[in-house]
């Protein structure tokens, strides 16, 4: 049979055998108004008085938002924020917006006006957070946490702590939003590294997985250090449409933000299947290797032992900053040992250990356009000239009759294996 898949910005449909398994997450409905559902969201809030009672008698506030690659409506999080924040005697001259680039670049004029609006990004005082400038982080003491916390120093200062973001699956936090835009967001570069490797970084994939989760756990005891007063967040569908808002205290809130999320990602499968076809859900989740690996992590959860993974990706933009890791070892298990040693780098080592779990335990099989047989072989991935052929190679190797999974949007899924 025929399935349409998502490719960069267009679809390929690729011929599946019959009787193959089809999954789309649940898609919930859209909101009509989306700075409509935030006000609705903070007149309700979950945990916590309103922000304006919340707000009241403080000197100053710090609102912390997502950076240019984690697509979230800042500006109409902003406005009922400032909205509430003016009801209780905070002007917009006292508020300072810090971005939560982590160890990202940072953002652009033109990038931050195109996140927040012109009129804010020309009205506020907005901030890049720079993780290795240490002028700007300050040390916290996070108990029973024992890896160096600082952070930045507007934000632990500030008498208001505000965070906002967007609650999705996450191969190490379990979810994102909530905490996460604390730590690692507006983290120092050190502290970053430390609680992406071992043993705060879960082994396996962690997508929909917090309580008992280190890596959530010192983001989560951080965040109580530092004294969050508030966090607004949204949950989205596959589309990138906002579904539903959250607003209140730093864990009820983002708990229940969770709740909703898991409606519509946490997908039951009564079974593994021996090969599982995933892409990313297309442009810009398969802009390139580094983006597209996080479909490979949802495949590892719901293929069976030495089943075949493969992923179909435009890779317009080629690998990513992790090629040389695994360019240069000499199998995939070497890369898992590196990391074990080294742990998180600049050069995105984090990503290579994450391609190299999967290598080592499945044969991968990639289609994508953007990047060579040479570069994708010296990686250790099995290449195909086109998605059709990494489909056929799939099924062949598995052998036999294989039961075949394919997850056309295989980023918004977090599957679970539920017994009949």
Not at 71 to 87: D, G, K
Request: aromatic share 4%; net charge neutral.
């Amino acid at each position: 049979m025929n399935v349409k898949l998502p490719y960069g910005r267009t679809t390929v449909e690729v011929k599946v055998p019959d009787g193959a398994t089809i999954t789309h997450p649940r898609e919930l409905p859209r909101v009509g108004d989306v700075g409509a559902e935030i006000r609705r969201a903070m007149a309700a809030p979950i945990g916590s008085p309103p922000l304006r009672e919340v707000a009241a008698g403080r000197r100053d506030a710090v609102v912390v938002i997502n950076d240019i690659t984690r697509p979230a409506p800042s500006r109409e999080m902003l406005a009922a924020i400032l909205e509430e924040l003016r009801s209780a005697g905070i002007p917009e001259s006292a508020v300072t917006v810090i971005i939560a680039t982590g160890n990202h670049r940072p953002n652009t004029p033109d990038e931050i006006a195109r996140m927040i609006g012109d009129d804010f990004a020309q009205r506020l005082r907005v901030i890049n957070h720079a993780c290795e400038d240490d002028g700007a982080l300050t040390r916290v003491a996070a108990p029973g946490v024992d890896i160096p916390i600082r952070i930045n120093a507007h934000v632990a200062r500030a008498s208001l702590k505000i965070l906002t973001g967007l609650i999705a699956p996450h191969q190490a936090a379990g979810f994102s939003g909530g905490r996460k835009s604390l730590t690692p967001g507006v983290a120092a570069l050190e502290t970053i590294a430390k609680q992406h490797s071992f043993p705060i970084r879960p082994y396996d994939p962690a997508m929909g997985w917090m309580k008992g989760n280190p890596f959530h756990e010192v983001a989560i005891t951080v965040a109580r250090t530092v004294g969050i007063d508030f966090i607004v967040n949204v949950v989205k569908n596959c589309r990138g449409e906002v579904v539903h808002a959250v607003a209140g205290h730093v864990e009820a809130a983002h708990e229940a933000g969770v709740a909703v999320c898991e409606q519509s990602w946490v997908t039951p499968f009564p079974r593994q299947y021996d090969v599982v076809i995933v892409t990313p859900g297309g442009f810009p989740r398969d802009i390139d290797l580094h983006q597209a690996q996080k479909a490979m992590s949802t495949a590892e959860l719901v293929v069976a032992d030495g089943g075949v993974i493969v992923l179909i990706a435009e890779c317009a933009d080629g690998i990513g900053k992790f090629a040389a890791w695994l360019k240069g070892a000499k199998s995939p298990q070497d890369v898992i040992e590196r990391f074990q040693r080294e742990g998180f780098t600049r050069e995105h080592s984090s990503k290579a250990f994450m391609c190299a779990r999967a290598l080592a335990k499945h044969p991968v099989v990639v289609a994508c356009s953007g990047i060579s047989r040479q570069d994708m072989e010296a990686m250790f991935f099995r290449y195909a000239p086109s998605p059709q052929e990494a489909v056929d190679r799939g099924v062949v190797l598995a052998g036999g009759n294989p039961r075949v999974l394919v997850l056309p949007y295989a980023v918004d899924c977090v599957p679970k294996i539920v017994a009949p």
